[in-house]
């Protein structure tokens, strides 16, 4: 019995084609086992290629003595995608926060399904000056920490701000299936009009 792992583009990888195709073969042979391990790895980008990924199976009980049968079991695992965050609010420049709450509106996916439990994320906000020109850094200071990114928003009160226009963002904490942290600032801004008086001298 041979095995063969055809892609989502219908290309069949076997050892003489695989190494191109981004499938890595390993075979453990012994008198009673044989064991085979494909390993699929990104060709471009960070992602294998998306779709249905099958197993070919050849000769099965082809050269057996009779009254004997091949044997097999099929295990597959994968390294989960790393979350993504879609801001849904703000995502205009100059949103002006209702009374003194800005809702903070969100959806975090993996690899296109909603997010699931064990994952959560922490908002922030910056002075629209200082945000960092590289769009992965986190900095500014804390809105809250440990929101479950399963929960769609957050009502930020921002009684206590100056007047101003400020960037959020959000960091995934993902450590738990090792894609460390990621970050996503808003697209929108939030401005600030302090129209309180100065107390009366």
């Known amino acids: 019995m041979s095995v063969k792992l055809i892609r989502p583009d219908s290309t069949i990888n076997s050892a003489t084609n695989a190494a191109a195709n981004g499938v890595e073969i390993s075979a453990t042979q012994d008198s009673l086992l044989n064991i085979v391990t494909f390993a699929a790895t990104p060709i471009t980008g960070t992602a294998i290629m998306s ?10 009980g082809v050269g ?13 695992v994968a390294d989960p995608p790393a979350p993504t965050l879609t801001w849904l609010h703000p995502i205009v420049t100059g949103t002006v926060p209702i009374g003194n709450s800005v809702d903070l509106h969100w959806n975090v996916t993996r690899g296109g399904q ?13 002075p629209i000056g200082d945000k960092p020109i590289t769009p992965t850094l986190m900095a500014g200071l804390m809105i809250s920490n440990g929101v479950p990114a399963d ?8 009684s ?10 959000a960091r995934i904490d993902d450590h738990l299936k090792a894609n460390g942290h990621i970050v ?5 801004t939030i401005v600030i009009s302090d129209t309180t008086p100065p107390p009366v001298p």
């Open 51 to 60: 779709g249905d990924w099958k197993v070919q199976l050849d000769n099965v």
């Open 151 to 158: 929960t769609p928003n957050f009502q930020w009160d921002v």
């Open 64 to 76: 057996l003595l009779p009254g004997m049968s091949n044997n097999y079991s099929l295990m597959f």
């Open 160 to 169: 206590g701000l100056a007047s101003g226009e400020y960037a959020v963002g």
């Open 114 to 126: 909603p997010i699931g439990p064990r994952v959560f994320l922490d908002l922030f906000y910056i």
């Open 184 to 188: 996503a600032w808003a697209p929108g």
